[in-house]
């Protein structure tokens, strides 16, 4: 009988596959390495990731962006949609301001009033002038625009980080505008009301530093 046939892990074919195997490791590490490393350093993927959990991780963003649309709705046309527009684009101003180092005062507390009134206009069914509103809302978007800037991770892209916390802030007005919507329901004004008293405390409890949070 054949040597090899007697001994098939002596066999070319055997050979090959076990030279395979290291190969097929070593490239499965390779790849991993790569995705690890892309992780760690941000870049496009990272930065728009990061942009876009911003506006998600501060309660004080996420409540000021759902009540634009919430108040937007609530106002009715053109302002359920002029509102959601002018606020991230003002944002985009913002966050220039912030990545490029501009100094602008007041920005946490600019931040903190923007849920206390949003959540007041709520409240008090504000049928606020077109221009007054879609000025109050530019206003309070340049300070969370440049919030959002001024946290910009190291090696993150800044077009993709804007790119993401546009995105987020737009979901959220989206968020809001669908509550809004309660108004065509029964009770719904005194809900929408009501939830607007409530943003506007959560507001004032966070400019007067969030006391009882350690």
Known sequence: MNHLAKNPAHSPLHQSA??????????????????AQAHTEG??????????????????HLLAMVAVGIWGATLGRPLVWALPVAFPLLMVVGGIMGISGVPLPYVETGIAASVVVLGLAIAAAWRAPVAV????????GVFHGFAHGT????????AAYAAGFVISTGLLHLAGIAVGLLKAVPRGAQLLRTSGALIAAAGAWILAGMPGVA
């Open 18 to 35: 076990g030279l395979r195997k290291p190969h097929a490791a070593a490239l499965l590490l390779l790849l991993c390495s790569a995705a």
């Open 43 to 60: 870049g496009v993927a990272g930065g728009f990731l990061s942009g876009f959990m911003h506006p998600l991780a501060g309660i004080d």
């Open 133 to 140: 509103a879609l000025a109050i809302v530019a206003v309070f």
């Open 151 to 158: 946290e910009l991770p190291e090696t993150a892209s800044p």
